[in-house]
């Protein structure tokens, strides 16, 4: 190439760089914006509707700065406070999700303040998380504000608890041994009740499991229908509707899906409960309070978990096991709980109950799961 | 590799008898035991190559033809039926033998499960013994081999049982009482010891107190015991749940130091159940 052609090639590449960060500046995209810490989103505050929605956005776009400082009630919190309240303090469910989606409802408004119920979607690593706030919103000199309703994050105060529950660690034969050696037996575990039920989306297998032994078993289930002529439909597997850690003598509920499966093709079902050991803890303590079976519409199990120990639970799985008059298990829902449960410190839990099994519901049991980041627990 | 060695053999056996036109038998033992030395009596002269070949073992060595052939001690020690070929230019000599597992238990291989059962299971813990010789070779030949159970505190349980194709195995009771049992398995002067772990079974009964702690409940069980009378581990869970009105508390509760101890909040009117697995306790009612 002469000379000459390279330098026509140098300044139209000069002159491509400028135009595009011309166009960059004055049209930016939100995120690089928000993540810049600069330009407005759709700040749009003519009515309380936009307002939030212009909230979400910047809550979407993890503008938390931005956010905080269109809050009409921003002086009775920090910013710090503000933030720790949408994604939590401790590591936990919240701390690695992100909103994915938002709905505004108005509740009420009149000329100067208003009502508008705020849904979150929240994408947790183990699904959705939703959650909600009715916000309180002001009009100010022709622009509404929120009042946000900050739920502080309780302090635990510095202090020692003492810790002496059990921990089982297991040591299994070495590959080296001869084939009739030894080795540590497995868990047993047996399935002490068992259910199908159909619903539209499929088959629904549901039971519970017992560790009936004296040592920590780590425990799935998979089941196998097989048709009249007892040849295999399909396998499924309980995934993470079960306990899968059991400490002796307790009881998981399981739940199995079959979609697009009808009960009239099955003859029979093929149980498989699975069980090995493993290293387990008896610490954290988690008490289940105030449990309520809540009726149609919106039929739930509420309550509160609360941690005895001084572990903190990162992550909390809850399991809720749904029985009818004669005691049969007609439903097994759950629900991860997003924040960690420090101790002593009540966090709530709301399982929701399908409404066409909801009037059947007579009594339920509810156990809980925790993962302690740093391992099982 | 294995389904190249019967192609070898079978090639072997072709090749020596179609490129040899004068053929005989040898004169060796029908049968030795495992290990044992012998001798193989050949015919003619000159030198040729002696060939025994068998399952999982051949032996190839150049030989004197005429006189015997003597094999030493501990060559042939791989259970099973044995060919025999003596090969050289102008003849071939062949023969058959078996060699059999000796007669001398030296190894037990003993499997006893489970590794851990409940106490007072009727013939809960199986045995299962074989019998080999000191080149690993399974003993068909039937032997007497004792299996004992030594609970600790009681008479060990004994049985003898005979093997069949070198197997024996017998069935056990577990003890009354938990703790390591010593299940050893015993053939002439051999043994193999097996540690069975006997544990407690379900909670017999569960017995659970309540008194006032502040505004909560203070909730114990008594020591929680199976129906022989052993204490339940440590870490078994034992559920607490409270219910008043529509509403009710459920905390589950490791054992420790063979009790369950918990605090719920007080509630006038409310009914305490306890339970574990599936066997539940006695009824509280919280009248203050």
């Known amino acids: 190439m002469s000379n000459g052609g390279g330098r026509l090639l140098a300044l139209v590449l000069a002159g491509a760089t400028i135009a595009l960060i011309a166009i960059g500046t004055l049209s930016p995209s939100k995120t690089a914006t928000a993540a810049a810490g600069g330009v407005h989103f759709t700040t749009s505050a003519g009515t309380p509707e936009a307002a939030v ?24 919190f920090s910013e710090q406070q503000f933030r720790r309240d949408l994604t939590s303090g401790w590591p936990d469910l919240r701390t690695y999700a992100t909103l994915s989606d938002f709905q505004v409802q108005p509740l009420h408004a009149t000329d100067t303040d208003a009502a508008v119920r705020f849904k979150m979607q929240w994408s947790t690593v183990v699904g959705p998380s939703p959650s909600t706030r009715d916000l309180h919103l002001v009009k100010n000199g022709g622009r509404w ?16 608890i003492p810790v002496n529950y059990l921990r089982w660690d297991v040591i299994n034969r070495s590959s080296a041994d001869d084939w009739g050696a030894q080795d540590v037996e497995a868990p047993h575990v047996r399935i002490v009740d068992m259910h199908p039920v159909q619903r539209a989306e499929g088959l629904v297998l549901l039971g519970e499991l017992l560790n009936e032994d004296v040592v920590p078993a780590y425990v799935s289930v998979t089941a196998t229908l097989l048709s009249k ?19 002796p003598k307790q009881v998981t509920p399981f739940l199995i899906r079959f979609p697009n499966v009808n009960i009239s093709q ?9 069980s090995t050991l493993i290293s387990a803890s008896a610490d954290p303590v988690i008490e289940i309070q105030n449990e309520k079976l809540n009726p149609a519409p919106d039929a739930s199990l509420t309550g509160q978990l609360t941690n005895q120990s001084g572990q903190i639970a990162n992550v909390a799985h809850v399991l809720g096991t749904f029985y009818d008059q004669s005691g049969q298990v007609v439903w097994v829902g759950d629900q991860y709980v997003d924040h960690a449960l420090l101790p002593q410190t009540p966090v709530a839990f709301n399982i929701h109950i399908p409404e066409d099994l909801a009037r059947k519901v007579s009594s339920e049991r509810t156990v809980v799961a925790t993962y302690s980041f740093g391992g099982t627990q | 590799m294995r389904a190249g060695i019967p192609i070898f053999i079978g090639g072997l056996a072709l090749g020596i008898s179609s490129a040899l036109s004068q053929t005989g038998d040898l004169n060796l033992p029908k049968s030795i035991a495992a290990g044992v030395p012998f001798s193989i009596q050949s015919t003619g002269s000159g030198k040729g190559t002696l060939y025994i070949v068998g399952p999982g073992q051949m032996i190839k060595q150049d030989v004197q033809l005429g006189g015997s052939i003597e094999i030493a001690t501990g060559a042939l020690y791989n259970a099973g039926h044995y060919s025999v070929w003596i090969a050289s230019d102008s003849s071939t000599q062949s023969g058959a033998i078996d060699v059999t597992p000796s007669a001398k238990p030296a190894d037990l291989t003993f499997i006893a499960k489970p590794s851990r059962l409940p106490v007072s299971l009727h013939n809960g813990i199986t045995g299962s013994a074989y019998v080999f010789d000191s080149y690993g070779n399974l003993i068909t030949k039937p032997m007497q081999v004792s299996f004992q159970l030594s609970n600790p505190g ?5 049985r003898t049982v005979e093997t069949r194709n070198g197997a024996a195995w017998t069935q056990m009771d577990s003890a009354t009482r938990e703790g390591k049992a010593q299940f050893v398995a015993r053939v002439g002067d051999v043994s193999s010891t097996r540690i069975v772990g006997q544990v ?3 909670p017999c009964t569960i017995k659970m107190s309540a008194k006032p702690a502040g505004n909560k409940i203070q909730l114990v069980t008594d020591p929680v015991r199976d129906c022989s009378g052993n204490a339940i581990p440590d870490g078994t869970i034992v559920t607490f749940t409270e219910t008043y009105g529509a509403s009710k508390t459920t905390v589950d509760v490791p054992l420790k130091k063979g009790i369950a101890s918990v605090q719920v909040p007080a509630h006038r009117g409310a009914t305490i159940s306890v339970a574990s697995g599936v066997v539940l306790g006695n009824q509280v009612r919280w009248a203050e």
């Open chain 1, 53 to 76: 929605r212009s909230l979400g956005e910047q809550i979407r776009a993890n503008a938390f700065g931005r956010a905080y400082e269109g809050l009409a009630n921003k002086g009775e």
């Open chain 1, 145 to 160: 504000q929120i009042e946000w309703p900050i739920q502080k994050e309780p302090v635990v105060p510095p202090q020692v």
């Open chain 1, 229 to 247: 002529d007892q040849k295999p439909i399909d396998t499924e597997g309980s995934f993470d509707d079960i306990s899968h850690q059991l400490l």
């Open chain 1, 266 to 274: 099955v003859g029979s079902v093929r149980m498989t409960p699975f």
């Open chain 2, 154 to 158: 009681s008479a060990p349980q004994t």
């Open chain 2, 200 to 202: 407690p079974g379900d």
